[in-house]
């Protein structure tokens, strides 16, 4: 296979992963009451309807602090995201030491959140996003693994 589309399908999916994750991120940070993004999902987990949980006396000051911890998570998201695509854009992923490197943490990471996505929020739409990102990051992993060989 070509070389360079191999490099190209090297470096472009772990680059739409930093960047799906400072969209994420961004969102976080900037809707009003981020936990409805993922509204059944977290409602399934509480068992227990929003509208019910902030209905009580003791929880009247909740959804500011549920809008604490998504603008704080937000950043982070953010944050992870900006490095995987400065990491990516510097070394566009040219030696088998930088796909390694990015490769082998990446992929940790994804396969944690899948597990937690899965056995903790399994209706979440954001499971399905999180098997795009797999996606991207196998293809990126194949294209990866025949450029070492072809590199030998």
Known sequence: MNPKLLHNLSWIPPFLIGLAAVVLGITWMIVDEPW??????N???????FQELFTGGQNAYLPD???TIYRFFGLWVLGIGLLICAYVLVTFMGTSRARNSLLGVLGVFLLLILYLAV????ISPFVYLIYGLIFLYLVSLWASFKLNITER
């Open 43 to 49: 409602e399934a987990t509480l068992q227990l309807s």
């Open 119 to 122: 056995t903790r929020i399994p």
């Open 36 to 41: 409805l993004l993922d509204q059944a999902a």
């Open 65 to 67: 602090y549920l809008t």
